[in-house]
């Protein structure tokens, strides 16, 4: 609660900034200090400290697990404006309005962090994708950038119908809004309505949409391809973490005692959305591109926290959240830098920017799930909480010989950068930028080694 209410009024605070004060730096500081206090306060409440107390039962709860995914998805953000501050201010002339729309986003992932009743779910699920909308037609003179706002419009615009029909489903069988009162209504031997499996079945498919499930991942690609890179690096990590934690907390809270109708369809998703992810990330050209592709990928594993439902998948979608978001944001913010977004645009980059190209790999390794990084945790993780399951073990043997599929296409980068020769297409980094690599880097490096350090937060 502390945050959810400072986000918003940062938000309101980074308007009014875009209008009194004109100078980019003076607008990213005051933009870090309201990041850094909702990280502050956010940690605070996990301590037990609340400093707004509102009566907000039955429609969100601040748990342990949601306010953890606050702090990183706060901390992420942080990071985020770090590294990418520049490729901010060349996007368009209004950095003050793109970071009050940043602002905005926080505010919308609080709520499915911690949401109780799926009108607050429906809300908070559009508090995130509108200002998305507008980030992602952020440059005004590029028409792809025009194209893919237009794309994202009407296809989450068509969603957020199917969402509301889900929703309106559940609410016709069950009479209620509150989660907690469904999961009492769908006890375990109930006969089950066909209202209440149409229900289900729609909140997952829209659900699916919104974080870039296959096969509802047709918009993806083309939506990052056209987005300026900077913000297409948010969108991949942070918001699509965020509807993960809503989706688990929808369905464990509302349809936990129902997952024998639903789980069989989870699990075809996952197939597909590994399946699609990671063998068309294979044939991409473009390192944006494939990014793209992989981001669904990933999003294939991340739905074994759905799929398993366990203390395991908790653990695991923590992990993964934090290892993802870090190496997604750290290659995009190198990718944002390039001249060329080619495979061959990577080519010689070690030679000419030693330290660019060590942390390039360090997140390309993260992503590809090496040992020693968190990335590898966070893969390990999620497939131990599916074996624990005892259910369909081939999904998990499915999952690792995909994670190897995917190892190809990092590598590639990897091998472009260090033993082939070409120009120096890296436009250049501020000492500020290149100190906030290192530092995602060696937080890859540590949460690898030492996921305790996250973890703990879960249970203390």
Not at 53 to 72: H, K, P, R, T
Not at 80 to 109: C, H, M, Q, W
């Amino acid at each position: 609660m502390n945050a959810l209410l400072l986000s918003a009024i940062m938000g309101v605070v980074m308007m009014f900034t875009g209008i009194w004060v004109k100078r980019y730096t003076v607008i990213k500081r005051v933009a870090l200090a309201g990041m850094a206090l909702l990280f502050v306060a956010n940690c605070i409440e996990l301590k037990g400290t609340k400093w707004f107390n509102f009566d907000v039962s039955g429609f969100m709860q601040f748990n342990n697990f949601s306010l953890v995914f606050i702090a990183i998805a706060i901390f992420v953000t942080i990071l985020f404006t770090l590294v990418s501050g520049t490729e901010i201010r060349k996007v368009g002339n209004y950095p003050a309005d793109y970071f009050a729309l940043i602002f905005f986003i926080i505010s919308g992932v609080i709520l499915l962090a911690s949401f109780q009743n799926l009108l607050i779910l429906f809300l908070a699920i559009e508090i995130v994708t509108i200002p998305s909308f507008i980030l992602t037609g952020a440059e005004k003179r590029n028409l792809k950038s025009n194209e893919a706002a237009l794309k994202y419009l009407l296809l989450g615009s068509f969603s957020t119908g199917v969402m509301l029909l889900g929703i309106a489903l559940i609410y016709g069988s069950q009479g209620s809004f509150d989660i907690n009162q469904m999961q009492i209504g769908m006890l375990e031997g109930n006969k089950i309505s066909n209202l209440q499996v149409a229900g289900i079945l729609t909140l997952m498919f829209s659900m699916a949409f919104k974080s870039s499930i296959a096969p509802f991942h047709f918009w993806t690609p083309d939506i990052y391809d056209g987005a300026p890179t900077v913000f297409a690096s948010y969108m991949a990590t942070v918001i699509k973490v965020a509807v993960f934690i809503g989706f688990i907390r929808l369905f464990e809270n509302a349809f936990g005692n129902l997952s024998s109708t639903w789980v069989v369809w989870i699990a075809v998703l996952i197939v597909a959305t590994l399946l699609i992810g990671n063998i068309t990330a294979t044939f991409q050209q473009s390192v944006k591109r494939m990014l793209a592709y992989s981001s669904i990928s990933h999003a294939g594993f991340m739905l074994f926290a759905v799929f398993a439902m366990n203390e395991s998948a908790h653990e695991g979608l923590i992990i993964y959240a934090a290892g993802y978001s870090l190496a997604t944001i750290g290659i995009f913010a190198i990718v944002a830098k390039m001249n060329d977004y080619s495979y061959e645009g990577f080519n010689g980059l070690a030679r000419h920017q030693p330290l660019i190209a060590l942390t390039a790999t360090i997140c390309l390794l993260s992503l590809a799930g090496i040992p020693l990084s968190v990335g590898f945790l966070g893969k390990f993780y999620m497939l131990k909480a599916a074996v624990l399951t005892g259910k369909y073990i081939g999904l998990v043997v499915f999952a690792v010989i995909m994670a190897a599929v995917s190892a190809y296409y990092y590598f590639r980068v990897i091998q472009a950068m260090y033993f082939k020769e070409g120009p120096d297409n890296f436009t250049g980094a501020t000492t500020v930028e290149k100190y906030s690599m290192v530092a995602i880097c060696a937080l890859i490096i540590i949460l690898g080694i030492m996921p305790g350090v996250l973890l703990v937060h879960l249970y203390f």
